[in-house]
């Protein structure tokens, strides 16, 4: 058994100091975000919320109603290119969503089909 003697923090250790703030309702905060990716030209704007890639959170559904709000889902490695194609608004949400692979061949192969197949962003 190996004894790890350096300090460790927990929750309970970190604390949240407000900010002073102008603003006079928390209604008049804007979440909306532009994020410039250091190495590619691609941006992204949106609030930086992201749903998990669990099993009926990452769901092409859940994709949509987010995508109203400017969010992002990670998609479950489940989601195949047949299943997102069935899906009539996957152009307007593509920009939204995060695909999620698993470690086997055949993820690999799934994620290549699926990027070349919507490589319209």
Not at 2 to 26: C, Q
Not at 40 to 60: H, R, T, Y
Not at 91 to 101: C, E, T, Y
């Amino acid at each position: 058994m190996r004894i790890e003697e350096e300090l460790k923090l927990d929750y309970s250790d970190v604390l949240f100091r407000p900010k002073r703030s102008t603003l006079k309702s928390r209604k008049d905060v804007n979440l909306l975000r532009t994020y410039r990716f250091k190495y590619s030209k691609n941006e992204w704007s949106g609030i930086p919320i992201m749903a998990a890639n669990m099993d009926g959170v990452g769901e092409l559904s859940v994709a949509e109603k987010l995508n109203e709000y400017g969010m992002i889902t990670s998609l479950t490695k489940q989601h195949d290119i047949k299943k997102i194609k069935q899906n009539k608004n996957i152009k307007k949400i593509f920009s939204n969503i995060a695909l999620s692979v698993g470690i086997k061949k055949e993820d690999f192969l799934n994620l290549d089909k699926v990027l070349k197949e919507f490589s319209f962003f």
